[in-house]
């Protein structure tokens, strides 16, 4: 049975780091575009950071370069998003994402993603 799960997230002071990671069962991130999202209430699930099946990564959100980064640990089949200097506006619930596996690319239209973790929660605050 496929599982793709995220972890990490927290509580975290602003300018402080966390790294999530997305796990998946049943299915070789390797062979997929894996896209960060993050979601608060009221509004619009928007792209943070992918990296396509040859390890490109595509920022979708400007404030997090230099921020944020992206990698993959094949080993684990896990992809992980590190984030530093964090600030409260990066509040919000997290989301990985596995495409489809055909194209392997990245995509800002958050149909294209086939698999959709289930979420953490990441809250900074002083």
């Known amino acids: 049975q496929l599982q793709f799960v995220e972890s990490g997230g927290g509580l975290v002071q602003p300018g402080g780091s966390l790294r999530l990671s997305c796990v998946a069962s049943?299915?070789?991130?390797?062979?997929?575009?894996i896209g960060w999202f993050r979601q608060t209430p009221g509004k619009e699930r928007e792209g943070v950071l992918c990296?396509?099946?040859?390890?490109?990564?595509?920022y979708k959100l400007d404030s997090g370069k230099g921020r944020f980064t992206i990698s993959r640990d094949n080993s684990k089949n896990t992809v992980y998003l590190q984030m530093n200097s964090l600030e409260p506006e990066d509040t919000a619930v997290y989301y990985c994402?596995?495409?489809?596996?055909?194209?392997?690319?990245?995509?800002?239209?958050?149909?294209?993603?086939?698999?959709w973790g289930q979420g953490t929660q990441v809250t900074v605050s002083s």
């Open positions: 049943a299915l070789r991130l390797d062979l997929y575009a």
């Open positions: 990296t396509t099946v040859t390890d490109e990564p595509v």
């Open positions: 994402a596995a495409d489809s596996g055909i194209s392997g690319r990245c995509s800002d239209v958050l149909d294209y993603y086939k698999y």
